[in-house]
Nanobody, 126 residues
Framework: QVQVAESGGGLVQAGGSLRLSCTAS????????MGWFRQSPGKEREWVSC????????YYYDSAKGRFTISRDNAKNTLYLQMDSLKPEDTAMYYC???????????????????WGQGTQVTVSS
């Protein structure tokens, strides 16, 4: 599995921006499609955005389209999520994980045994 660690979260006002990072272990990071997921207290984890191994194909959940941008730097074993125009409903713990397949309209579940890291908290105030 790909071991990951998320960072970059924080407290921002509505309309603000954050850039999340996900650093991965090993030398095979570039072999895996990756995804960002989030979970709020009392709610189930949901997809946010995914990207294929090369970075050429991206997926965005409806709520993230036009506001978030996913990218990756395989040379640095790092996945990013640029979040602009943040809304209070974006408040959640954000996680990254390797996923099985990505298209522009679909992102598969995380790979079995994928690491979720500890997550990074994003809080958007009204």
């Amino acid at each position: 599995q790909v071991q990951v660690a998320e960072s970059g979260g924080g407290l921002v006002q509505a309309g603000g921006s954050l850039r999340l990072s996900c650093t991965a272990s090993g030398q095979t990071f570039g072999d895996y499609p990756m995804g960002w997921f989030r979970q709020s207290p009392g709610k189930e984890r949901e997809w946010v955005s995914c990207i294929d191994s090369s970075g050429a194909v991206t997926y965005y959940y409806d709520s993230a389209k036009g506001r978030f941008t996913i990218s990756r730097d395989n040379a640095k074993n790092t996945l990013y999520l640029q979040m602009d125009s943040l809304k209070p409903e974006d408040t959640a713990m954000y996680y990254c994980a390797a996923v099985g397949h990505v298209t522009s309209w679909f992102c598969s579940d995380p790979l079995p045994g994928s690491s979720w890291g500890q997550g990074t908290q994003v809080t958007v105030s009204s």
